[in-house]
């Protein structure tokens, strides 16, 4: 389509009216392109897939009218496209309402000919860009091009109106800087600018594309935050804005450390109405302010006690490696074929001083938003080296046919020097390379392929081996198998639970296994829990299970009762160990 070409949405219920205004469009000498609606649902699927030069809008559609359309297209934002109404009725009080509601221009349909509606298209398409610039200046803020405290209350409003259609939530954040005001008094208001504008652009860069920024006045700004499933997310999204804002800059030579106060409501639950929701947000974050600042704080009771318990967290695991709370589990991985334990994976468990035992899917997340996982993953390598050293020394028969995992996050991989510290950690301990498997997730290997396939292959020539974990649940694919030198690919329990109810399930796994094997990789099947599984993995030729079925996840004193017989006793031959104790 070139650019001489209008694409015009012509709505009209009335075919005959339709078929005289396209014959009118059609002699003009400007190509234009007609997409017809005849119904209110029918245009706004249609504004909602496509953009139009210009919109020509019958004022009786059906039992609604025009006006009304014209008030759904500007709450949804359907469409900045100049609206032309055409009525059969002359009447000056009609036309002015429609003007009044946002449309450009109002043409009787008995005085229509190619050259009115040209010239009305021409017009309209002139005044809706003067008022699409006044808007603009209107209603965003001049230093920073955010949008300014009018335009962010009015899209807050249609937040609700969206979020009470689709039944979904969606949460209004307040972000008030720290002592500003010192800033602007020792440095100048020239340089609070600088700081403003560049927090103004970072916090965009946070933040996802379609969430809306406001800068409400001052040093004062506020965010919407839409298509969110739960609340548990503004936890971390708040965290990143503070630290996004904690990055230090450089202004006339110094550098300014900024902190802020945010302040979270969340609709329906805060508020139902945008002017409350706002207000809420608002008091949480002075609620912030007293407690101390470069926080956040929910209206939210119930969420408040979730991020309380979040900043406590954070403080604990600053202190748990210095105080020894951390631990190894060992969960043995088995032949298919003799049953004999032929691995172990390294499991981290923390035990807390009052919480009891904390779940890793509840404190690794956090260790990562903190930059202590690369700290506690040289923790792992390291316990997990010394205690396999200790059980060398004990039981020599491990150094045949043995090997142990250790689970490797996406951050320790990505150092450069990784592979120096891991192998630097195995000399140490005098442990043969070939005796450690490192795990690493899908999500890990996708995010930096080309980097992640240098180092897993520079170490894999030094004999250790490579395992993607849970596969199947993320976003690899087998292409990623064939690119990255793997050893072992572990299949997730979510498809070993249906491996024996849905022959779907049953066939996904097949092949799996039949892929693996092709590319020379070993399979773990995790999760087993039932006989039933055992047999439907022996028959696929799954090489090696891990799961209830054999034992848990043991400490490292427990796991020595097993490692101590030189044959390896076969769980099959011997008493399920369940929650660490020998069943009975």
Not at 135 to 160: C, G, P, W
């Amino acid at each position: 389509m070139t650019d001489l070409t209008k694409k015009i949405l012509l709505v009209d219920d009335d075919e005959t009216d339709r078929m005289a205004i396209k014959r009118a469009l059609a002699k003009s000498v400007t190509t234009i392109k007609i997409q017809e609606a005849s119904s209110f649902s029918e245009v706004i699927t249609l504004l909602k897939k496509t953009s139009f030069a210009c919109i020509l809008l019958d004022y009786r559609l059906g039992e609604t009218d025009g006006i009304d359309l014209i008030k759904v297209i500007h709450t949804e934002v359907l469409s900045d496209a100049p609206i032309i109404m055409l009525s059969g009725i002359d009447d000056e009080a009609t036309m002015l309402n429609c003007l009044k509601e946002g449309a450009q221009d109002f043409l009787l349909k008995s005085e229509l000919t190619t050259n009115s509606l040209m010239r009305a298209i021409r017009y309209a398409e002139e005044r809706k860009n003067i008022t699409l610039q006044i808007r603009y200046l209107a209603q965003h803020d001049s230093l920073t091009d955010l949008a300014n405290r009018s335009l962010f209350i009015e899209s807050v409003k249609r937040a609700v109106i969206r979020s009470k259609r689709t039944n979904s939530l969606f949460a209004v954040i307040f972000i008030d800087l720290d002592n500003f005001k010192a800033i602007n008094d020792t440095l100048g208001h020239e340089a609070g600018d600088i700081l403003l504008k560049t927090l103004s652009a970072r916090l965009k860069e946070a933040l996802r594309e379609e969430d809306i920024i406001g800068r409400l006045g001052g040093d004062e700004f506020a965010v919407i935050l839409e298509g969110i499933a739960t609340e548990s997310p503004l936890i971390k999204i708040a965290q990143n804005l503070l630290d996004t804002i904690k990055e230090p800059l450089l202004i006339e030579g110094k550098a300014i450390h900024s902190t802020a106060s945010l302040g979270i409501a969340t609709y329906p639950e805060c508020a139902t109405e945008a002017t409350a929701l706002i207000k809420c947000a608002d008091l949480a974050m002075y609620q912030a302010k007293k407690h101390g600042r470069n926080g956040y704080y929910f209206y939210s009771e119930d969420l408040q006690v979730l991020a309380d318990n979040y900043a406590n967290l954070k403080t604990d695991i600053h202190n748990a490696l210095a105080r020894g709370e951390f631990e190894l589990h060992y969960q043995p991985q088995v032949n298919i074929i003799n049953h004999t334990i032929t691995g172990l994976e390294a499991l981290i468990r923390w035990h807390h001083p009052t919480r009891g035992l904390v779940p890793p899917n509840q404190f690794i997340p956090v260790a990562e938003s903190l930059g202590l996982i690369n700290e506690i993953g040289d923790w792992v390598m390291a316990e997990a080296c010394r205690q396999l050293k200790a059980w060398i020394l004990l039981y020599p028969h491990l150094l045949h046919n043995f090997r142990i995992a250790i689970n490797i996050s996406a951050h320790q991989i990505r150092q450069s020097n990784f592979k120096d510290k891991f192998c630097r950690v195995l000399d140490k301990n005098e442990i043969p390379y070939g005796l450690i498997e490192l795990e690493l997730t899908e999500s890990v290997l996708i995010d930096d392929i080309d980097r992640c396939t240098k180092t897993i292959g520079d170490m894999n020539n030094l004999g250790i081996q490579f395992a993607i974990d849970d596969f199947g649940t993320g976003f690899a694919s087998f292409r990623h198998l064939q690119q990255l030198p793997l050893n072992v690919l572990k299949i997730d329990k979510s498809f070993i639970d249906q491996i024996c109810l849905s022959n779907k399930s049953y066939e996904i796994v097949k092949a799996m296994i039949v892929i693996a094997h092709t590319l020379e990789m070993e399979v773990v099947a995790e999760g087993v829990e039932t006989i039933e599984q055992v047999n439907a993995l022996q028959t696929l030729a799954c090489n090696y299970l891990q799961g209830y079925h054999f034992w848990r996840p043991l400490p490292a004193q427990d796991m020595e009762t097993l490692l101590a017989d030189s044959k390896y006793r076969s769980p099959f031959q011997i008493p399920i160990i369940l929650d660490n104790k020998i069943a009975t």
